[in-house]
């Protein structure tokens, strides 16, 4: 089992910045991929970004240009850097550790989740 703890959330107003961040309990294997997921009020959890152990990171398209995921892997750590943030930014955010074991079998970790709600 492997326990993920986020940091960081908060209340900002627009146009300000957050820095998420996610501590793995284990150390980051090189199949792990890490990522973080928000899900708004009525919506469902929708995947921010993800970034294998190489460092190849992915971002939806809100986000582009706006967040910035990173990981150190010597403190098994992912983080979240979001800047200009708009108030439909506001969710609760959810760190994510998945991949595929030696026998091929998938493995998915989540976070307790951490609110951030960004304020007009």
């Known amino acids: 089992q492997v326990q993920l703890v986020e940091s960081g959330g908060g209340l900002v107003q627009a146009g300000g910045s957050l820095r998420l961040s996610c501590a793995a309990s284990r150390s980051i294997f090189s199949n792990d991929v890490m990522g973080w997921y928000r899900q708004a009020p009525g919506k469902q959890r929708e995947k921010v970004a993800d970034?294998?152990?190489?460092?190849?990171?992915n971002y939806a398209d809100s986000v582009k240009g706006r967040f910035t995921i990173s990981r150190d892997n010597a403190k098994n750590t992912v983080y979240l850097q979001m800047n200009s943030l708009k108030p439909e930014d506001t969710a609760v955010y959810y760190c994510?550790?998945?991949?595929?074991?030696?026998?091929?079998?998938?493995?998915?970790?989540w976070g307790q989740g951490t609110q951030v709600t960004v304020s007009s």
């Open positions: 970034i294998t152990s190489g460092g190849s990171a």
């Open positions: 994510n550790l998945d991949g595929l074991d030696y026998s091929g079998k998938y493995y998915v970790y």
